[in-house]
Structures are given as structure tokens and as C-alpha cells.
């Protein structure tokens, strides 16, 4: 059975508002920084003498970082404390920001990295903070919150960065993108302050000094590997699907940019609704049950895909759900089964970067795939076992946190 998890901050049954929409601004910044990129790849390529594939790298050196450095990130944690490593997270964004769209492409490499370790600690820290600051029953809601404000976060740049770069040129339109890190540092500053000194403790340093078992847990527990699987199926699916979801509509039922982009935006936007949606759904349904209905749906859209392509917008609507969705679902239970800072700290580490490494090799293979066979078919049979995975891994791992509690 699971000790109880001590709770040094939030007052049980209540949602700390304030905290929620300081939240909601840090989490803008944790992934819009890199889709800046791709909506001005042209630009880049031309100003900067350089070819699809370098431009590419810009897009993909974050997802790297994401996997590769989390346990960077980890150490960031441990040594800074929970408060501080927010403050290095959004700091370390402003930086890179601004960097990469100061010279060539060797400053927009360099400029990246620092964004993609930059967010990498906000990755891993903010379950950690969720968990200290919210109450509970209330951590999937405020979860969902987050993951929310992350995707907005994407689609308004996604939408801005193209017009501003039209009119101020490519370098303002990257590093204006800077501007939400600073006013999400001084919110998060000043509630740091607000809050008192209580809250501002180091991680593991309100809480009982760790077991041996606790240092270990993220490779002792079954629950981090089914986790982490889940999430590599979670993440590999997504990050696919952004890269060559327009490519596949043009090829398969001959659609144009407009059509394919509209598709592209679905899948981005009912994300929103997955965020929201399955945390509530866990209100009323067992982890494991909670799971497998987001499994379902994105199951689905790679079936879709293979039998009635034509179907497209359908199949955009429920695995924009289930994007959203799942890493609510998987992000919740690494909430709610950790039963002190440092455990969520680690578990969330562990499970980011089992994830992110195998997703950054998504839109890789399943280019491979594409360019061994000149068709899509293979491509999308790779997507229909990814979401398969996170269907049976997430499943398991729900099964998994009823157990321990009960």
C-alpha cells in the first residue's frame, strides 16, 4: 500500500487560483518557443544559406533535448529547488530566444539547445509543482489546465509568427516570443513572494529525508516502465502525425495546403478538448478505464486514415482528443502516484525521457517508411502500433495506480 503523500502547500479541497493562472502563463512558454520555426522555414532557409534538413534540425534538436536531458533537468531540480528551477527554466527561454535569432545558422543551433534544456526543466518541475500546490482530487483538472495552456500557447504562435515575420523580418518574429518567458518569470516571482516562504522550500526539504527505495523508484517500479512506454506511444503518434499528417492528405485523397492545413489545425486545436475532457472523464471512471477510452480514440485515427482517408477531418477531431487527452491522463497519474516531491521529480524524468527519445525518431522512421515503399500505408501501420502501445501501456498503468490505492 502506498504511504500517505505529504501535502506542504496547498489546503485540502482547495484550488489555489492564484496559482492556477501563474500556471497557465509558465506553461505558454513550454512549447510555443520551438514551433516558432516551422511556420517560417522558407525565410530561414534563404536568409541563412542552409537546406530543409538543417532547418529541420531546429525543429527537432527540442524533442532531443526533451528526452536526452532530462535527467539534467532532474539534477537542475535537486540542486536549485522546485521554485528555482521554474525561474531557470523561464529564464534560460528568454535567453535562448533571443540568441538563436541574433546571427547564422550556428547562433539558431545554439539558440535552440538552450531553449530545448530550457524546457526540458519545465517539462519535468511543472508535475512536481502541480503536485505540491494542488490539492489531490483537483491535480487532473489543474493538469488539464496546463496541458491546455501549452497547446494555446502553439497555436497562437503558430498563427502570429508568419504575419510578424512578413512585416519586422524572421529574427523579430523568434525572439518577440521572448517577451511571454519574461512576463511569465515576473508572475511567477511575485507569487513565489506572495506565497511566503513556506512554499519556496527545495525539493525533498519539507519532507521526510528519502529511503533508498525512493532514489531507485523510477527503475524499480513497473508502473515507471508502463508509464514511460505509454508516453514514448504518446509521443512518437504526435509528433508523426504534426510532421506528415498534410503530406499524407495531399498524397492520399489529393488535397491541397488549405485543406491539409485545416486538418493539421483540427488535430492541434481538439487537443484543447482532450485536456479538459479526460480529466473529468476520471471523475467518473477508473485511471484504467480513463485510458482506454483515449487509447480508443487514438486507435482510431490511424484506422481511419488507412480505410477511409476521406474521412480525414473525423479522424483529425478524435486524435486531437487523444493527443490531448493522453498526456493528461499519463502526466495525472505521475501526480497522483508519487508520494513525495523528489519521487514525482524522478518519475517524471524517467517517463520524459524514455518518451521524448523514442518520439524525436518518429517523424524519422516513418519518413523511411514512406520513402522504402513510395507509399503510406507502411507509415501508418508504424502510427496504428504507437497508439496501440499507449492504449495497452497506459491501460496497464492505470490498472496499476488502482491498485496501489486501494
Request: glycine share 10%.
Amino acid at each position: 500500500m502506498t504511504p500517505p503523500r505529504p501535502r506542504t502547500a496547498a489546503r485540502p479541497g482547495a484550488l489555489p487560483w492564484v496559482f492556477v493562472a501563474v500556471l497557465v502563463l509558465v506553461a505558454l512558454n513550454l512549447r510555443s518557443p520551438f514551433v516558432a520555426v516551422a511556420p517560417i522555414t522558407g525565410q530561414l532557409r534563404t536568409d541563412l544559406g542552409v537546406g530543409s534538413a538543417a532547418v529541420g534540425l531546429l525543429t527537432s534538436l527540442p524533442v532531443l533535448c526533451f528526452g536526452l536531458l532530462a535527467p539534467v533537468a532532474l539534477a537542475v531540480i535537486r540542486r536549485s529547488g522546485i521554485a528555482q528551477a521554474v525561474s531557470i527554466c523561464l529564464g534560460l527561454v528568454v535567453v535562448g530566444s533571443v540568441v538563436r535569432s541574433l546571427g547564422g545558422y550556428p547562433l539558431a543551433v545554439l539558440g535552440t539547445l538552450v531553449v530545448g534544456a530550457a524546457i526540458t526543466v519545465g517539462n519535468v518541475v511543472v508535475p512536481v509543482v502541480i503536485r505540491r500546490e494542488t490539492p489531490l482530487p483537483q491535480a487532473g483538472v489543474v493538469t488539464g489546465v496546463y496541458v491546455t495552456a501549452m497547446n494555446l500557447g502553439s497555436m497562437v504562435v503558430t498563427l502570429a509568427t508568419a504575419p510578424v515575420a512578413q512585416a519586422l523580418g524572421w529574427r523579430v518574429a523568434l525572439a518577440v516570443w521572448a517577451l511571454p518567458a519574461v512576463l511569465a518569470l515576473a508572475a511567477w516571482r511575485w507569487w513565489r513572494g506572495r506565497s511566503g516562504s513556506r512554499r519556496a522550500v527545495p525539493t525533498g526539504g519539507a519532507e521526510p529525508a528519502p529511503s533508498p527505495s525512493d532514489v531507485r523508484i523510477v527503475w524499480r517500479t513497473p508502473i515507471a516502465w508502463l508509464l514511460g512506454l505509454a508516453f514514448a506511444g504518446q509521443a512518437s503518434s504526435y509528433y508523426a502525425l504534426t510532421a506528415w499528417l498534410p503530406s499524407l492528405l495531399a498524397d492520399e485523397i489529393g488535397l491541397g495546403a488549405t485543406g491539409a492545413g485545416t486538418a493539421s489545425s483540427v488535430f492541434q486545436v481538439c487537443a484543447i478538448v482532450g485536456a479538459f475532457g479526460v480529466p473529468l472523464l476520471a471523475t467518473r471512471l477508473s485511471p484504467a478505464v480513463t485510458i482506454a477510452v483515449v487509447g480508443l480514440l487514438w486507435v482510431c485515427f490511424p484506422v481511419q486514415l488507412l480505410l477511409a482517408p476521406e474521412l480525414y477531418l473525423l479522424g483529425s477531431v478524435l486524435g486531437g482528443v487523444a493527443q490531448g487527452g493522453g498526456f493528461a491522463a499519463i502526466f495525472t497519474i505521475v501526480v497522483q502516484v508519487s508520494r513525495t516531491d523528489r519521487e514525482s521529480a524522478q518519475l517524471s524524468a524517467f517517463v520524459q525521457g524514455v518518451g521524448y527519445v523514442v518520439a524525436a525518431t518518429g517523424p524519422a522512421v516513418l519518413g523511411l517508411a514512406h520513402d522504402a515503399t513510395d507509399a503510406w500505408t507502411a507509415p501508418v501501420l508504424i502510427v496504428l502500433g504507437t497508439t496501440a502501445t499507449f492504449a495497452v501501456m497506459g491501460t496497464l498503468a492505470g490498472a496499476s495506480q488502482r491498485r496501489s490505492h486501494t
